[in-house]
C-alpha cells in the first residue's frame, strides 16, 4: 500500500515536498514514480526514481525545478518540488513498480493522490 500525503494550497513561486509511504510490503526492490493529474486531463509522468536511488528522470516540464528522492530504510519516496507554477496544480500520485520508466502500465501498484494547489 502507497500513501501520498504533503500536498495544500501554495502560490506560484513557493516549494512543498511530497512523501510517498509505503506499507504492507517492502518497495526497496521496486522503481517509484511520480505522476499527476489536472482537471480534465490524463495523468501524466513527473518523474522516477530506481530501486537504489542511483538513477532519475524527470519530465521536461518539471527538470530543474522538481528532485526525487527515496529512503528505503524509511520505505518512503519523496518528490521536492520547488518554483511551483499554476499548472502544477494537480493530483499527485506516487507509484511502484519494476522499471522506473514514463508510463502509467509501467507500474503495479498505485498511491491514492495528494493535491496540490499552485495559485497565481
Known amino acids: 500500500q502507497l500513501q501520498a500525503f504533503g500536498g495544500g494550497l501554495v502560490q506560484a513561486g513557493d516549494s512543498l515536498r511530497l512523501s510517498c509511504a509505503a506499507s504492507?510490503?517492502?518497495?526497496?526492490?521496486?522503481?517509484m514514480g511520480w505522476f499527476r493529474q489536472a482537471p480534465g486531463k490524463e495523468r501524466e509522468f513527473v518523474a522516477a526514481i530506481s530501486w537504489s536511488g542511483g538513477s532519475s528522470y524527470y519530465a521536461a516540464s518539471v527538470k530543474g525545478r522538481f528532485t526525487i528522492s527515496r529512503d528505503n530504510a524509511k520505505n518512503t519516496v519523496y518528490l521536492q518540488m520547488n518554483s511551483l507554477k499554476p499548472e502544477g496544480t494537480a493530483v499527485y500520485y506516487c507509484?511502484?513498480?519494476?522499471?522506473?520508466?514514463?508510463?502509467?502500465?509501467?507500474?503495479?501498484?498505485w498511491g491514492q493522490g495528494t493535491l496540490v494547489t499552485v495559485s497565481s
Open positions: 507509484a511502484a513498480g519494476p522499471r522506473s520508466g514514463a508510463y502509467i502500465n509501467e507500474y503495479d501498484y
Open positions: 504492507g510490503r517492502t518497495f526497496s526492490s521496486y522503481a
